[in-house]
């Protein structure tokens, strides 16, 4: 398994064309000016687990009704072209172009993901799918900060830059009367060259979000983690909320502070807590079938691991509670010492409450 701790160094590019028609110049203003400063002139850093964690919630596979399945298709694509190198990203060159094609998508995502998360400086759970609609190419995620909405375009290739600029460019183009509109693309060329990523387009005028809005993006959100965690009837709770709400905004009064009433069944399996240093607690349920949640079984050095998905204790109590204000106010940074994530050998730790690790069978 070539999943290693190291923080690794991607470069990244930020490209201004001011003298293209029209003048393509990147409005740095909404961005974080430390985080980007630091970004330009050091580069962007994380860990393998890091990306792998920032592709699994949004990233759209063949399984679009299972989200088990969408992750451990998501991790399976990422993993075995991973190289075990300490200082950069290096992805190898021994898949099938097509299947290179499908891969450098997904890592994409996680580096798109993983980056404007820092440049904008907002929370995980603000990056919401732009569902596609008809036959016209759209923008993959909108991006939400301070009730404003942006636009993220993600990009992975092999070769061909330009190319990718000019569909960026288009897609943009298609999404009318979006917001801030920005573009990024990851060069993964599969030639012992590390990764870089690259930066296009100006933003425009930014639309505001209303609250009930933000609400149900946010229940569609943590339906998805609820799902990797195992806690299957939550999910199927949360799932005819979000479709009632869809229907009637006004029954988000009605569901506010309603609590759900569930259960697992436990000889279908247990619910776990994972306790890092004596006050970071998250759950998963550990279903006995593999088919619900996320679950994969890893083994290194003759040693056996499970890798799983967890979500912040207090976080599953706001959801179970249903208590809107106390969610769109949520934001994991309590325990968290080192920006957005928790550095550890086996460990990411996001700010939207969820948690992906690798943990010794033994313990569990």
Avoid: W
């Avoid at 399996?269 to 679950?295: H, Y």
């Amino acid at each position: 398994m070539p999943i290693n701790a190291s923080l690794k160094k991607v470069d990244v590019n930020f490209l201004n064309e001011p003298t293209s028609v029209p003048p393509r110049v990147i409005d740095i203003s909404q961005f974080n000016q430390n985080a980007y400063n630091e970004i330009r002139t050091r580069g962007h850093y994380l860990t393998d687990l890091n990306l792998i964690h920032c592709a699994s919630i949004h990233y759209q596979s063949r399984f679009n009704n299972n989200i088990s399945r969408r992750f451990r298709y998501t991790f399976d694509t990422i993993e075995p072209s991973l190289l075990d190198r300490r200082t950069h990203f290096y992805f190898d060159d021994f898949e099938e172009a097509e299947l290179q094609k499908i891969s450098s998508e997904v890592i994409g995502v996680g580096f798109a993901i993983s980056l404007f998360k820092k440049l904008l400086d907002v929370n995980f759970n603000c990056f919401i799918r732009i569902p596609p609609k008809g036959n016209g190419k759209r923008c993959d995620f909108e991006i939400l900060k301070n009730s404003s909405t942006f636009i993220l375009e993600s990009k992975g290739r092999k070769n061909g830059l330009n190319a990718a600029k000019n569909q960026i460019y288009d897609q943009k183009s298609n999404s009318v009367g979006c917001s801030a509109k920005y573009g990024c693309i990851s060069m993964i060329k599969r030639n012992n060259t590390p990764v870089s990523i690259y930066i296009v387009d100006p933003p425009e005028n930014s639309n505001n979000k209303l609250k009930d809005d933000r609400i149900i993006d946010l229940l569609i959100y943590y339906t998805k983690v609820i799902q990797l965690c195992g806690f299957y009837n939550l999910a199927k709770h949360l799932n005819s909320r979000i479709a009632n709400i869809e229907i009637d905004k006004q029954a988000i009064a009605r569901y506010n502070n309603s609590r759900i009433e569930y259960k697992n069944i436990v000889k279908a399996g247990r619910e776990l807590e994972i306790n890092l240093n004596g006050n970071i607690r998250f759950k998963t349920f550990n279903a006995n079938n593999f088919e619900v949640g996320f679950k994969k079984i890893i083994r290194l050095e003759g040693n056996e691991y499970l890798l799983l998905f967890g979500i912040d204790s207090d976080l599953l109590e706001i959801i179970e509670k249903q208590d809107y204000d106390s969610l769109l106010e949520y934001n994991y940074t309590k325990h968290l010492e080192k920006s957005y994530d928790m550095i550890d050998s086996d460990v990411s730790i996001h700010d939207d409450g969820t948690l992906l690790a690798i943990i010794p069978t033994k313990l569990l």
